[in-house]
């Protein structure tokens, strides 16, 4: 079975400074990794996504992730944090094997950025 | 990006009546859509696969009879929580997505059971 997990339920920056966001997975075959914010009472919005290809991916807001293989990571950057980044958000993934989007989320982490 | 709409976005409803929550893909058409509960402060657990033409798949412990999902077109699944009851109270989302892209995701249905 597969499983995402975000070690962090909270992680609070300044303004300006860089955000993480970590996530390790476990699948069996080949993931196909993504990330999504939620802000308060809405749906999730698409950030990001490895499927092949580089491991640096990057995607919108100028969110960016780095897919490690060896370490089973797919960890959330952006290089200065805004207020305005402030929500919950999520990383998942879907087993390549699986039919359709059918997703494993992580537990979620709420990032708090400062002014 | 793909548009998945989700309607209504609140509702309210007495404990005992029945209420209907909709999931259209506006730009592509969905053979898969999936039903997804959040409760507050913790993340999405998938309810159920919505498959088109077909019986829906539910995860275990999801009560079928409780959670009618029924998705009878490419572009609509709907979801009907039946004889609604206060620990039905919840967020609801649904996602759907074209085969091998990101899933795309209802705005969400925050449920008030009185």
């Known amino acids: 079975a597969q499983s995402v997990a975000q070690p962090e339920d909270q992680v609070n920056v300044a303004e300006g400074n860089p955000l993480t966001v970590k996530c390790t997975y476990s699948?069996?075959?080949?993931?196909?990794l993504f990330w999504y914010v939620q802000y308060p009472n809405r749906g999730l919005q698409f950030l990001l996504k490895?499927?092949?290809?580089?491991?640096l991916v990057k995607g919108s807001y100028g969110f960016e992730a780095e897919f490690n293989k060896s370490q089973t990571s797919f960890h959330l950057k952006k290089p200065s944090a805004l207020v305005s980044d402030s929500a919950l958000y999520f990383c998942?993934?879907?087993?390549?094997?699986?039919?359709?989007?059918?997703?494993?989320f992580g537990g979620g982490t709420r990032v708090l950025v400062k002014p | 990006g793909a548009v998945v709409s989700q309607h209504p976005s609140r509702v309210i409803c007495k404990s005992g009546t029945s209420v209907k929550i909709e999931c259209r893909s506006l730009?592509?058409?969905?053979?898969?859509m999936f039903w997804y509960r959040q409760f507050p402060k913790q993340s999405l657990m998938l309810m159920a696969t919505?498959?088109?033409?077909?019986?829906?798949?539910?995860e275990q412990g999801v009560e079928k009879d409780k959670f009618l999902i029924n998705h009878a077109s490419l572009t609509l699944s709907t979801l009907t929580v039946t004889s609604a009851h206060p620990e039905d109270s919840s967020f609801y989302i649904c996602?759907?997505?074209?085969?091998?892209?990101?899933?795309?995701f209802g705005q969400g249905t925050r449920l008030t059971v009185v």
């Open positions: 996602s759907a997505g074209q085969p091998n892209t990101e899933a795309f």
């Open positions: 699948v069996s075959g080949n993931p196909y």
């Open positions: 490895y499927i092949t290809g580089d491991n």
């Open positions: 998942a993934v879907r087993d390549s094997g699986a039919a359709g989007n059918k997703l494993t």
């Open positions: 730009d592509f058409q969905a053979t898969t």
């Open positions: 919505s498959n088109e033409g077909s019986k829906a798949t539910y």
